[in-house]
């Protein structure tokens, strides 16, 4: 099984930028999605930024679009997340997560959590005004 670790979290000021990584344990075949999520206190995850490696097609939400990032170093098995301009209402927990291809994920949309099969423990985002 991959597992992956985040880092890269952090506590910035209204305007600052992050950049979150995320590692896999070992090297997998990158045939398929990875994403970030982030969850509010009390809320279910949401999706972030989504990163198709096989054409390097990249998805975001509204709320993240020209201010996030997302990118691969396949050779360093790492997905990346640049944040800039980060606001207050971008504090929360992010996740990445990794579909690694089981049977019937294909169903689900990027920005779905039940499509990834692979997923970090954490990393704090806390941005103060």
């Known amino acids: 099984q991959v597992q992956l670790v985040e880092s890269g979290g952090g506590s910035v000021q209204a305007g600052g930028s992050l950049r979150l990584t995320c590692t896999a344990s070992r090297y997998f075949e990158k045939k398929y999605f990875m994403a970030w999520f982030r969850q509010y206190p009390g809320k279910e995850r949401e999706g972030v930024a989504a990163f198709y490696p096989p054409s390097g097609a990249t998805y975001y939400d509204d709320s993240v679009k020209g201010r996030f990032t997302v990118s691969l170093d396949n050779a360093k098995n790492t997905l990346f997340l640049q944040m800039n301009s980060l606001q207050p209402e971008d504090t929360a927990v992010y996740y990445c997560?990794?579909?690694?291809?089981?049977?019937?994920?294909?169903?689900?949309?990027?920005?779905?959590?039940?499509?990834?099969?692979?997923w970090g423990q954490g990393t704090q985002v806390t941005v103060s005004s």
């Open positions: 997560a990794a579909d690694l291809g089981r049977s019937g994920s294909w169903a689900f949309d990027h920005f779905n959590e039940l499509k990834y099969d692979a």
